[in-house]
């Protein structure tokens, strides 16, 4: 069994077949998916989700490339929403600087904020980083983050980084990038993340797993990344499920509440 831990299958590309979608991802052998919402409108999608799907949960944050979207309203109301049973930690959030509609000190204001607020909420928070590697890790070490905990998702930085963020609490999710086949660095990394810090999830529907590279990615695809991670670190499949499962477990503590 797997637990796809970043998935938006709230997102518009799922409007049609979301049903289908998770139906398929339970046939794969996917036991538990986490549904990302990161402004108004995927946030109040997720929760529709998650209070219909017994196997679904909910993180809820605000997404760095929209940070001049977010205000104390909002992040109240995500406090608020972090209350609920079926939510299970605080983001997506961090800082994402491919894109320019946010400038960086909004995107850190945005992330401070949703690193205080995890914290007083006592949820993990589940970070983005895009072209920002530097930046995050100085933010996180800033808010002194190794107390509150969560993950690094769909992990692309290096050896250093990978180190500073354990160093921090922090488990590091692999997505469909690491079974690219010109995808040497998270391969490289894979290989050394600690048994017990080690996550997987798809992102669907963005970074599909090869052979399915370019196409709608979705949760039952959370197996094809498992089967890579098991070859890259010479475990069979059934270990790495059983690791993985059992790591997301402990982090999110699905039934706490
Ligand atoms: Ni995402």
């Not at 401070?112 to 590697?133: G, Y």
Request: aromatic fraction near 8%.
């Amino acid at each position: 069994m797997l637990i796809d831990t970043h998935v938006h299958l709230n997102a518009d590309q799922f409007a049609e077949d979301a049903e289908e979608t998770i139906e398929r991802a339970r046939e794969a052998g996917v036991e538990k998916m986490v549904v990302v919402g990161f402004d108004t409108k995927t946030i109040n999608l997720a929760m529709d989700l998650v209070e219909k799907h017994e196997d679904l949960y909910a993180a809820v944050g605000w997404h760095p490339v929209d940070a001049v979207d977010c205000d104390d309203e909002k992040l109240a109301w995500i406090e608020e929403l972090a209350g609920h049973p079926k939510v299970v930690a605080i983001g997506e959030t961090g800082l994402d600087y491919h894109w320019d509609k946010s400038p960086a000190d909004v995107q850190k204001d945005i992330f401070r904020k949703q690193l205080h607020l995890a914290r007083r909420v006592q949820l993990p928070i589940i970070i983005h980083d895009r072209e920002a590697h530097e930046d995050i890790v100085e933010v996180l070490q800033e808010e002194n983050a190794g107390d509150i905990g969560g993950i690094m998702h769909c992990f692309q930085g290096d050896q250093k980084m990978a180190e500073a963020c354990l160093d921090m609490n922090f488990y590091i999710s692999f997505g469909g990038p690491v079974t690219f086949k010109n995808a040497k660095l998270p391969k490289e990394v894979a290989v050394t993340i600690p048994d017990d810090r080690l996550l997987v999830e798809t992102d669907a529907p963005f970074l599909a797993p090869h052979p399915y590279r370019g196409k709608r990615n979705e949760p039952a695809y959370v197996k094809l990344v498992a089967e890579q991670l098991a070859e890259l670190r010479g475990v069979s499949y059934e270990t790495l499920a059983g690791q993985t499962t059992a790591n997301a477990e402990a982090l999110f503590q699905f039934d706490r509440r």
